[in-house]
């Protein structure tokens, strides 16, 4: 798990070191352990590579790493969980290995099976490969995008890549702006861009999640999508209890493998279902399995945010999960990490990215897992994209299955126990015109995923157009009504954009974050189900829910009610950051910006302040231009 960077420079232009380091040293957060930086004899490509320490903590892992006496040259970020059983196979093969890390399985997988390497890995990757021979570089991303790959292509000049968008402030020959275009779409569809390879910066690029990319000496790129969860689906037995059976199976065995590691690894448990799963699971295997293939003695440990005084605070429940195994928490209060204000203006800084709310508590989370010398974080991410998890696929699943009156029913009573009062007063009130109208159900839906709106597209400038390269993506047939949405939230909007964002929150703290739910046997189960396999019964998450019985307290595991993982932004605009917010929306660089409507937005603001009734929602529609301000402001 690491930080990587490269430039390849066409027409026999030179790269220098200086100019790699100059990318590593801006992600150095990444990767704390050490630094390498490699130029070939050529000098026309540089890689560069900042490490965390994971697996084989030895010299022997250092990056970059060559293979075939120099003809390959790889940069990697992310973790091949099933290197082991890779490794054995190609030692049968004849291959050799010389360290005790993924990173040379990777190097002989690809020399043995090409490409298609890919299909054989579960994991996830970010990285390079430079092949001396053909001097061309291939980059690949995994089935998900768990791990981030952004490039630059100045196809007269050069290729660049790196971890993250910041290091892009360092590259000769290109000055960094903002797409104004995508910008503006981006504050009014906070999840709108991630899944599609865009990013708010001109000409910066990501490889897609599934995809991999050729560069060739010429500057000619070509990317190629190898990955489509649609075309992977398997068969899934006929009865519901054998369902959940091989469902239990698979999960055990993603949480098994995904244990490997040579550092002490914790959780990050939230108390809600997915994270007591994962949490609850690994003292299982731990309590029933003796001999679990590099196991660390330190695993025990977990840390919990936690929001005193708030409705976002969960530590009542996940004290039942700790007392239910047997175990202990360290308790994470972002408060009590210092200054608010400094603390979101530096997660602005650094997140270097338009979101749906400040993500300082994902710094503070996994800060203190730094600071208790966790490297691994086992999570629970990927679950509620799947199968339900969010109040707005309810209300779809309602919308597409209205005319069945029972099954309806059944779906209404499911989003009526999820939410909050005033979200479930107001469905209540308007049942009887989701019998009549799809409208009503959309505007709704949307509402939770700040697409564009009526509300939202007066506060913006009306010449600046929705940029022509955002189109919504094609769903695979086979997928309708509420699957689709499910399908599309997975792979393109929601779910990217909460894992770019925790791939921040964690790598600025040097910390990993291992997700079995995403591993991708799961993936493919989950997608093959029929829906009523994930929301039936009264419950979204059904078939976890069912597969977790025994393993997890009985009011975790039927708990109804969604809190988010979200800062507790009401009371924060209410109170700590009441006066900051009416300084900056009142500054003269605010009140003037060109994207959007100053005044109209200060109106808004002072009205709800004034009144005390700020509502998640309406801190969603504001923090983006908020945050782009503060972003831009310097």
């Not at 899944?195 to 599934?210: A, D, E, M, S």
Request: proline share 3%; aromatic share 12%; hydrophobic share 35%.
């Amino acid at each position: 798990m690491c930080g990587i960077a490269g430039i390849f420079r066409f027409k026999d232009q030179k790269v220098e070191a200086r100019e790699i380091k100059s990318l590593t040293d801006c992600i150095a957060h990444r990767g704390p352990d050490a630094e390498g930086i490699w130029i070939s004899r050529k000098g026309n490509i540089g890689l560069g590579h900042r490490r965390l320490s994971i697996l084989d903590l030895s010299d022997n892992a250092a990056q970059p790493m060559h293979y075939a006496n120099g003809r390959f040259t790889i940069v990697y970020n992310g973790e091949i969980f099933n290197f082991a059983e890779l490794r054995q196979e190609l030692i049968s093969k004849g291959y050799q290995f010389h360290s005790d890390t993924d990173t040379e399985v990777l190097l002989a997988a690809y020399h043995a099976w090409g490409e298609d390497c890919l299909y054989r890995f579960n994991g996830f990757w970010a990285f390079a490969i430079w092949d001396e021979q053909t001097q061309e570089l291939w980059l690949a991303r995994d089935r998900f995008g768990i791990k981030p790959l952004y490039y630059l292509n100045q196809k007269d000049t050069q290729f660049v890549f790196g971890s993250e968008t910041l290091l892009f402030k360092h590259i000769h020959g290109y000055e960094r702006k903002a797409d104004e275009e995508i910008l503006c779409y981006n504050m009014q569809n906070c999840w709108g861009i991630e899944g599609l390879g865009k990013t708010i910066f001109q000409n910066i690029n990501q490889v897609r999640p599934g995809c991999h990319l050729t560069v060739t000496p010429e500057g000619n790129v070509e990317e190629i999508q190898w990955w489509s969860t649609a075309n992977h689906l398997v068969k899934v037995p006929g009865k519901y209890e054998d369902q959940v059976k091989q469902f239990k199976e698979l999960f055990t065995d993603a949480v098994r493998i995904r244990l490997r590691s040579d550092v002490p690894l914790a959780s990050a448990l939230s108390g809600g279902l997915d994270s007591s799963s994962v949490f609850s699971m690994i003292y299982h295997l731990a309590k029933h399995e003796k001999d679990i293939y590099r196991l660390p003695d330190n695993w025990q440990r977990a840390f919990i945010a936690v929001f005193p005084g708030t409705e976002q605070d969960e530590k009542m429940y996940a004290d039942e999960v700790l007392n239910f195994v047997n175990a202990k928490g360290t308790y994470v209060d972002s408060k009590k990490q210092g200054n608010l204000v400094q603390q979101i203006e530096e997660n602005v800084q650094h997140f270097d990215c338009i979101n749906a709310s400040p993500e300082l508590i994902l710094n503070g989370l996994y800060g203190a897992m730094k600071q208790n010398g966790i490297k691994v974080s086992m999570d629970g991410h990927g679950v509620d994209e799947m199968m339900y998890g969010y109040a707005f696929n309810v209300l779809n699943a309602f919308g597409h299955y209205r005319k069945n009156l029972v099954l309806s029913k059944e779906i209404a009573d499911v989003y009526e126990n999820m939410t909050h009062p005033d979200d479930r007063n107001a469905f209540i009130k308007s049942r009887k015109l989701f019998t009549r109208t799809k409208n009503y159900i959309h505007t709704k839906s949307n509402r939770y995923l700040n697409f564009f709106s009526r509300g939202n597209i007066q506060w913006f400038n009306p010449e600046i157009k929705r940029p022509s390269g955002i189109q919504p993506p094609e769903i695979p047939e086979g997928f309708t009504g509420s699957e689709a949405q499910l399908y599309h939230d997975f792979h393109f909007t929601t779910l990217p954009t909460i894992l770019r964002n925790f791939d921040r929150g964690s790598m600025t703290n040097g910390v990993e974050i291992r997700m079995p739910f995403l591993d991708y046997r799961i993936v493919t189960y989950v997608f093959s189900l029929p829906m009523q396999s994930k929301l039936g019964n009264g419950f979204t998450k059904r078939i976890l829910r069912d597969a977790m019985k025994d393993m997890l307290p009985e009011s975790i595991r039927t708990r109804r009610l969604k809190t988010g993982f979200n800062a507790p932004l009401k009371h924060w605009f209410q109170d700590e950051l009441k006066e900051y917010i009416l300084d900056e929306i009142s500054s003269q660089r605010f009140l003037s910006n060109n994207l959007w409507n100053g005044n109209e937005i200060r109106n808004y603001v002072l009205t709800k302040t004034k009144n005390k009734n700020w509502t998640m929602q309406d801190t969603f529609r504001f923090w983006p231009v908020l945050n782009a301000h503060l972003l831009f402001k310097n």
